[in-house]
Nanobody, 113 residues
Framework: QVLVVESGGGLVQPGGSLRLSCVVSESIFRFNDMGWYRQAPGKQRELVASISSGSTATYVDSVKGRFTISRENTKNTMWLQMRSLKPEDTAVYYC???????WGQGTQVTVSS
Protein backbone atom coordinates (compact mmCIF):
# COMPACT_ATOMS: atom_id res chain seq x y z
CA GLN A 1 0.00 0.00 0.00
CA VAL A 2 1.35 3.39 -1.00
CA LEU A 3 0.89 5.98 1.71
CA VAL A 4 0.77 9.73 1.26
CA VAL A 5 1.16 12.24 4.09
CA GLU A 6 0.24 15.88 3.64
CA SER A 7 1.39 18.68 5.93
CA GLY A 8 1.85 22.43 6.09
CA GLY A 9 -1.71 23.67 6.35
CA GLY A 10 -2.90 26.26 8.82
CA LEU A 11 -4.72 29.51 9.38
CA VAL A 12 -3.54 32.45 7.29
CA GLN A 13 -4.87 35.91 6.55
CA PRO A 14 -6.02 36.87 3.05
CA GLY A 15 -3.01 37.71 0.94
CA GLY A 16 -0.79 35.40 2.92
CA SER A 17 1.22 32.36 1.89
CA LEU A 18 1.55 28.71 2.84
CA ARG A 19 3.66 25.84 1.57
CA LEU A 20 2.14 22.39 1.61
CA SER A 21 4.23 19.22 1.54
CA CYS A 22 3.37 15.70 0.43
CA VAL A 23 5.56 12.72 1.18
CA VAL A 24 4.93 9.41 -0.56
CA SER A 25 6.04 6.16 1.04
CA GLU A 26 7.34 4.40 -2.06
CA SER A 27 9.96 5.19 -4.65
CA ILE A 28 7.40 4.58 -7.40
CA PHE A 29 6.60 8.23 -6.72
CA ARG A 30 9.18 9.19 -9.31
CA PHE A 31 7.31 7.37 -12.08
CA ASN A 32 3.90 8.84 -11.35
CA ASP A 33 2.05 11.99 -12.23
CA MET A 34 0.91 13.65 -9.00
CA GLY A 35 -1.85 16.01 -8.07
CA TRP A 36 -2.93 18.42 -5.36
CA TYR A 37 -6.66 18.32 -4.74
CA ARG A 38 -8.87 20.30 -2.42
CA GLN A 39 -12.33 19.93 -0.96
CA ALA A 40 -14.18 22.87 0.50
CA PRO A 41 -17.19 22.39 2.80
CA GLY A 42 -20.25 21.41 0.80
CA LYS A 43 -18.29 21.15 -2.46
CA GLN A 44 -16.84 18.36 -4.53
CA ARG A 45 -13.17 17.58 -4.40
CA GLU A 46 -11.28 19.26 -7.23
CA LEU A 47 -7.87 18.92 -8.78
CA VAL A 48 -6.10 22.27 -8.45
CA ALA A 49 -2.61 21.43 -9.68
CA SER A 50 -0.82 18.48 -11.20
CA ILE A 51 2.76 17.68 -12.07
CA SER A 52 4.00 14.98 -14.39
CA SER A 53 6.83 12.62 -13.56
CA GLY A 54 8.96 14.93 -15.70
CA SER A 55 7.83 18.00 -13.74
CA THR A 56 5.42 19.53 -16.25
CA ALA A 57 2.86 21.46 -14.23
CA THR A 58 -0.77 22.32 -14.89
CA TYR A 59 -3.18 24.44 -12.84
CA VAL A 60 -6.87 25.12 -12.58
CA ASP A 61 -7.66 28.67 -13.67
CA SER A 62 -8.59 29.83 -10.18
CA VAL A 63 -5.05 29.30 -8.85
CA LYS A 64 -2.93 30.16 -11.89
CA GLY A 65 -0.28 32.72 -11.05
CA ARG A 66 -0.74 32.19 -7.31
CA PHE A 67 0.11 28.51 -6.72
CA THR A 68 3.26 26.66 -7.73
CA ILE A 69 3.56 22.88 -7.71
CA SER A 70 6.96 21.21 -7.57
CA ARG A 71 8.52 17.86 -6.77
CA GLU A 72 11.80 16.23 -5.82
CA ASN A 73 11.87 12.62 -6.94
CA THR A 74 14.92 11.69 -4.86
CA LYS A 75 12.94 12.63 -1.74
CA ASN A 76 9.54 11.19 -2.79
CA THR A 77 8.21 14.65 -2.01
CA MET A 78 5.93 17.16 -3.67
CA TRP A 79 5.09 20.72 -2.63
CA LEU A 80 2.42 23.30 -3.29
CA GLN A 81 3.52 26.89 -2.72
CA MET A 82 0.43 29.04 -2.28
CA ARG A 83 0.61 32.83 -2.43
CA SER A 84 -1.95 35.63 -2.41
CA LEU A 85 -4.37 33.33 -0.65
CA LYS A 86 -8.06 34.13 -0.74
CA PRO A 87 -10.91 33.04 1.54
CA GLU A 88 -12.20 30.85 -1.30
CA ASP A 89 -8.99 28.82 -1.08
CA THR A 90 -10.18 27.52 2.28
CA ALA A 91 -10.39 23.72 2.03
CA VAL A 92 -8.80 20.45 3.02
CA TYR A 93 -5.91 19.85 0.63
CA TYR A 94 -4.92 16.35 -0.45
CA CYS A 95 -2.19 14.90 -2.60
CA UNK A 96 -2.49 11.71 -4.62
CA UNK A 97 -1.14 9.87 -7.61
CA UNK A 98 -3.14 10.80 -10.67
CA UNK A 99 -5.52 8.01 -11.58
CA UNK A 100 -4.85 5.65 -8.70
CA UNK A 101 -3.89 5.34 -5.07
CA UNK A 102 -5.52 6.04 -1.75
CA TRP A 103 -6.34 9.39 -0.22
CA GLY A 104 -4.34 10.62 2.75
CA GLN A 105 -5.74 12.49 5.71
CA GLY A 106 -5.30 15.87 4.05
CA THR A 107 -4.21 19.16 5.57
CA GLN A 108 -6.60 21.97 6.43
CA VAL A 109 -6.01 25.41 4.92
CA THR A 110 -8.11 28.24 6.31
CA VAL A 111 -7.87 31.74 4.87
CA SER A 112 -9.58 34.23 7.13
CA SER A 113 -9.02 37.57 8.78
Amino acid sequence: QVLVVESGGGLVQPGGSLRLSCVVSESIFRFNDMGWYRQAPGKQRELVASISSGSTATYVDSVKGRFTISRENTKNTMWLQMRSLKPEDTAVYYCKMIGWGDWGQGTQVTVSS
